[in-house]
């Protein structure tokens, strides 16, 4: 027989066990980002990476399945760590993102990005001139999307990782 005493510790008791936090520390991926970075694991090489480079591209860098075709227009440059925040919190935003639209345009990739973590690396190319980026996981594509949301501040961090390239210097 249940007492009025008893019922309302089993109803207190049933409303706290609901309100407890979930085990471990749960990242919420939108569907969008894991579309643009190809899978959770792309996101957290992003999320962890340790080293960040930023290198140049070649004239004429349109868009290749493997990684390994474009050319490389001088050496990579280390990106500063406060800058790496500003940058992976811009990329892992999915505002910087116009995710309904689809532009008529072929992307000449100028600048990249790699993010290495644990063995793993993730190259992220940028068009500034159709403001499309490409996403690569360990050499191969995974997705790509329009960043024109984003396109000021990535123009004003890339300017900051190549001081003296002409052509960086006259994106606006």
């Known amino acids: 027989r249940m007492t009025f005493p008893r ?22 991926k939108p569907s969008a980002l894991l579309s643009i ?56 935003d999915e505002g910087s993102y116009e995710l309904e639209m689809a532009k008529g345009c072929e992307p000449v ?16 190319l940028f068009c500034f001139q159709c403001d499309i980026l490409a996403v690569y996981q360990d050499g191969r594509a995974v997705g790509d999307e329009d960043f024109d949301p984003a396109r000021t501040r990535l123009v004003t961090l890339v300017k900051k990782f190549f001081p003296n390239d002409n052509v960086i210097e006259q994106l606006h």
């Open 109 to 124: 990739f100028g600048v990249g990005v790699r993010f290495t973590s644990g063995g793993k690396a993730v190259d992220i």
């Open 7 to 28: 019922l309302l510790l089993l109803v207190v008791g049933c409303l706290l066990v609901g309100c407890q936090e979930p085990a471990g520390p749960a990242v919420d």
């Open 37 to 92: 970075f190809g899978s959770e694991q792309g996101i957290d090489i992003v999320q962890a990476s340790t080293v960040v480079h930023a290198y140049r591209l070649a004239d004429g860098s349109y868009y290749q399945d493997d990684l390994a075709d474009y050319e490389r227009a001088g050496e990579p440059v280390p990106v500063p760590e406060v800058d790496q925040v500003t940058l992976r919190d811009l990329l892992l």
